[in-house]
């Protein structure tokens, strides 16, 4: 730098000579040395940072039993895997709900062991969704020397010993400063101030709306060198990487063993907090070298593990002996044969979806069947009917407009018929297709040309039978003059009661009427006498 600042001094000392003696060429030189000067300064003074931007990043190692994801997340049992929940927490299969959207709810889980990392972050997916345009109470995210199993902090204990991130939606203190997330320490002394949000204790906070998004929100805390740093990912885009910084405390000084947990609350109002995964990494200096994971392990738990998987395989071969036993048609048969082949899939998913079409061609054929039983009844009854008007016409007389139109619906029936004989005929022939089909699948399989030529084939029939149907309909339709045509009015049915009862009737009712009316104005002339 005293090397560089010389360098300049000179050559603007030089510069103002030069000038000086020549007056006519200032304002070049001029600009010249302005613009040499600034690339100089800048590369000058751009060596002493460089040094130090270039941090290599610590060494993560994830540890799985500190951690918890779908999409098997629960167990049988309803249990998650190296976690306890307590309180109204839900688990499932592919998250974790720590609280529903009922009033008064607390909800917590937590790990079953104890973590001794110096250094480690913690990746949180959850959403928080409710109807209401604000919610209560919140989630927070725990560190703590106990399991804070139940408590009045967001469903977890107070005066914990340890760091807690609290997603705070609840605006307790009127200033309109939530939704927002809070760092809270705790040396096992103090008293979560619910009255001020926390605000009065916070070692960091930052304004975020966690609720209701597209995506789930993600929160990534890093603890490392003493510096706890809060990321978060808003929850608008799909991608995972996608944080941004929210709070940083330096430090900061943190039990050096403790529990994770994740605990909510809900107060007046109510939302679903769900956690859908909470991934932890141990963070290792780059220089130093990451344990082992078998010196984690203590040597009886390892043996206890041991036995326990010697145990099992024990049990597995006693079940495989016994299903031989009870078997001994499929010992000989490998293994393979027990498992679905991608052609087998494919051959399967063939067969199934021409059982389908069989099976509706079939519904079609009793539909078709059931409408020619009933045109075959008109039929009969209009041949009926007309043989009837000719033997009443004996004079040979001339045919009746009624004749003309019996005589027409009669032509229009017997084509009706015919066109329904040959959409049977046509079905018929699709389900003895299919059923050849079939019956060369299950003899041995099928080519893939001779499938494709069945379908063809059934597909051709299926559209020559829609196109008659078609075609019956736009007949039925354009033939304005059958619309007229109609079946023989029934002749009326004799009515029930007769005029000379229907009076009778009347009058028997209008006396009952007149009686009970003088009744009754008896009985209240009666009743006033007392009064």
């Not at 100089?40 to 500190?66: C, I, N, Q, W």
């Not at 069989?358 to 009969?380: F, G, N, P, T």
Request: with cysteine.
């Amino acid at each position: 730098m005293l090397a560089a600042s010389t360098l300049r001094q000179q050559w603007y000392r030089n510069m103002a000579v030069s000038i000086a003696r020549r007056p006519a060429a200032s304002a070049r030189l001029l600009i010249i040395t302005f613009l040499t000067s600034v690339i100089l300064h800048r590369g000058v003074a751009d060596v002493s940072p460089g040094a130090s931007t270039s941090e290599e990043l610590p060494h993560r190692r994830f540890e799985y039993k500190y951690s918890f994801k779908g999409p098997h997340l629960s167990q049988t049992d309803g249990g998650i895997p190296f976690w306890i929940h307590t309180g109204n927490a839900i688990p499932s299969a592919d998250q974790v709900r720590i609280t529903p959207s009922l009033r008064s709810q607390k909800g917590s889980v937590w790990t079953k062991n104890k973590v001794n990392f110096d250094n480690w972050e913690a990746e949180v997916t959850f959403r928080v969704s409710g109807r209401g345009r604000m919610g209560a109470d919140g989630l927070a995210v725990w560190f703590t020397t106990e399991q804070g199993l139940d408590g009045p902090v967001y469903g977890a204990a107070d005066q914990w010993n340890g760091i807690g991130i609290f997603f705070d939606s609840f605006d307790n203190d009127g200033k309109k400063n939530n939704p927002a997330i809070v760092v809270v320490g705790n040396n096992g002394k103090l008293v979560y101030d619910h009255s001020n949000d926390g605000t009065t204790q916070a070692l960091g906070t930052c304004l975020r709306d966690f609720r209701n998004k597209p995506y789930p929100v993600r929160a990534k805390i890093t603890y490392y060198k003493k510096t706890l740093t809060v990321m978060i990912n808003n929850g608008f885009t799909p991608d995972r990487d996608d944080y941004e910084f929210c709070t940083k405390v330096d430090n900061m000084v943190i039990p050096t063993e403790g529990f994770f947990g994740i605990s909510a609350a809900t107060g007046g109002l109510a939302d679903d907090h769900d956690v859908l995964s909470f991934l932890l990494f141990r963070l290792s200096e780059p220089g130093q070298q990451p344990p082992p994971p078998e010196s984690e392990i203590p040597k009886e738990e390892k043996d206890k593990y041991q036995e326990e998987f010697q145990n099992f395989q024990q049990e597995l071969d006693k079940k495989k002996e016994e299903f031989q036993k009870e078997h001994p048609d499929v010992q000989g048969e490998p293994i393979e044969d027990l498992y679905e082949t991608v052609n087998d899939r494919e051959i399967r998913q063939v067969f199934e979806g021409q059982n389908r079409i069989h099976l509706e061609i079939k519904q079609l054929h009793r539909q078709l069947a059931m409408i020619l039983d009933e045109q075959r009844r008109y039929v009969s009854v209009i041949t009926d009917e007309v043989a009837k008007k000719g033997t009443n016409a004996e004079s040979g007389q001339l045919e009746t407009a009624g004749q003309q139109q019996l005589g027409s619906v009669l032509a229009n029936q017997q084509e009706v018929l015919k066109n329904l004989n040959d959409l049977r005929n046509s079905f018929y022939e699709s389900l003895k297709q299919i059923g050849s089909v079939q019956h060369q699948g299950n003899a041995g399989g099928i080519g893939s040309y001779e499938t494709i030529q069945h379908f063809n084939e059934i597909k051709e029939h299926l559209h020559v039978v829609k196109r008659d149907v078609e075609h019956l309909v736009q007949r039925n339709a354009q033939n304005p003059a059958e619309k007229a045509v109609k079946c023989p009015e029934m002749p009326p049915m004799p009515t029930c009661l007769s005029t000379v009862h229907f009076v009778i009737f009347i009058v028997v009712q209008s006396v009952l009427f007149f009686v009970y009316v003088m009744y009754k104005s008896q009985q209240e002339a009666a009743a006033k006498k007392f009064f």
